[in-house]
């Protein structure tokens, strides 16, 4: 992280001391712009979230990102110890499914080689975070790109071509030495350990299933995973299923440890669970942010759960937002959450046309870290709807020195 502390290196010491860092004064978000007639590139939006800026959310900085790489679909990164980058990768270059993982030069970026054995990748790939002082590394997968790139077709779930597994591998030997098929638990996206570096356990969740999913080190040195929160399906008519699933399409963990969240991409809301006790999540915040069952909108929602009644549409400094909550990125003292609304173009355009036409937003919610819960901040929104070339999507986000979904502890 950003700060030095002594003879620890660069960085916190700890998660809990990241927690006293200074407030973040700028935020990274990849975008991309898809529904111009331009060649316009993927770009780096640097967007300043200082309220005392005059700039305050607002773009400040786009820089081109746009590279050719040969790599296949490359999606999570992390830096290792050894000053090296680490990439996970969703296929071959050919849109085949291929669980691999590429190695950079931490400081040319040049590529070095796969992380993986020659021969020893997974059959799909998506994120992946690593405990070295339990020898081990989770990945997870979604799909083969060829499968997801142009939408989501709910034949290929018949048709297995979907992942529903997490691959636990050997951090030392760089080989898999487990696979753990997970019940009820599909499309395996985002994967978190605990912060605490001597923990030895985490989370996952599962996009289709709608399900967070806890993994666990066992006695005798193999890992398990259980079910420990499922955000029930909501039968509707006038969508393209009877039944319509909350789509986990993001989670992460504050610093201590204490609070999930996740965000419900199709249902439209933001939760916050307190897992001091991992094994039995409370719910004890939870916000909607649009999504595809808000009143007024094309779906009827014909039995609910949760709620007595639709959700009101979201209206933020005048501008109804398209879309629902997608990426997440928590403060280093875990009382500001980010939001943006874009998942991937092709789905984008598929559920939430809108999002094309008028681009993304970028949310900030305010939250109690004493009692728990979720406000929305009326005051802040960034509008990717008025990029210079034109309506842009914006994606993740990250912070200059780490952040909750990106650094890890030794």
């Known amino acids: ?33 898809r529904n111009t007639n331009t060649e316009a590139p993927d770009y780096l939006a640097t967007v300043d979230v200082d309220p005392k800026s005059p700039q ?29 980058v680490m990439i996970s990768s969703l296929g071959d270059p050919k849109g085949n499914g291929k669980g691999g993982f590429v190695l950079l030069d931490g ?30 590394m989770v ?7 060829n499968v997801l790139r142009d939408g989501f077709n709910p034949a290929d779930v018949e048709a297995g071509l979907y992942g529903n597994h997490l691959h636990v591998w050997d951090w030392q030997r760089h080989e898999m030495v487990q696979t753990l098929t997970l019940q009820d638990g599909l499309i395996p996206l985002e994967v978190r350990f605990l912060h605490n570096p001597a923990a030895d356990q985490g989370f996952v969740g599962c996009a ?6 806890r993994f666990y080190k066992n006695e005798g040195g193999t890992w398990s995973v259980e079910k420990v929160i499922q955000v029930p399906p909501k039968k509707v008519k006038g969508w393209m299923l009877p039944e319509m699933p909350g789509l986990i399409t993001d989670i992460l963990l504050s610093l201590d440890d204490r609070f999930l969240y996740f965000s419900n991409w199709l249902h439209g809301d933001l939760r916050q669970y307190d897992v001091s006790d991992p094994q039995r999540p409370r719910l ?23 709620l007595k009644s639709q959700p009101e549409p979201l ?45 993304s937003v ?11 819960g979720l406000k929305l901040n009326p005051n802040f929104l960034v509008d990717f709807g008025k990029e210079p070339l034109g309506p842009a999507l914006a994606h993740e986000l990250r912070y200059p020195g780490g952040d909750c979904s990106s650094d890890i502890w030794l």
């Open 1 to 33: 992280m950003a700060t030095k502390c002594g003879k620890c290196g660069p960085g916190y010491a700890s998660p809990l001391e990241a927690m006293k860092g200074p407030r973040e004064e700028i935020v990274y978000l990849p975008c991309i712009y």
């Open 56 to 84: 305050y959310c607002q773009v400040v900085e786009p820089k081109d990102i746009h590279a050719k790489c040969d790599l296949g679909y490359l999606h999570t990164t992390h830096c290792l110890a050894s000053g090296e």
């Open 107 to 136: 400081e040319t970026f040049e590529v070095k080689g796969t992380w993986e054995r020659p021969g020893g990748a997974a059959p799909m790939g998506y994120d992946f975070w690593y405990q070295p002082r339990h020898n081990v």
């Open 139 to 145: 990945s997870t997968e979604w799909a083969a790109p």
């Open 208 to 213: 289709l299933s709608s399900n967070i999913q």
């Open 284 to 306: 004890t915040g939870q916000l909607f942010l649009g999504g595809s069952i808000v009143k007024g909108g094309p779906v009827q929602v014909l039995e609910n759960q949760e």
């Open 315 to 359: 209206v933020v400094k005048g501008k109804q937002v398209a879309g629902g909550p997608q990426m997440i990125q928590l403060s280093l003292d875990g009382k500001r959450l980010y939001v943006t609304t874009s998942l991937y173009s092709a789905w984008d355009k598929q559920f939430y046309p809108d999002l094309i036409r008028e681009g």
């Open 362 to 372: 970028m949310l900030q919610i305010d939250v109690d870290t004493v009692k728990g």
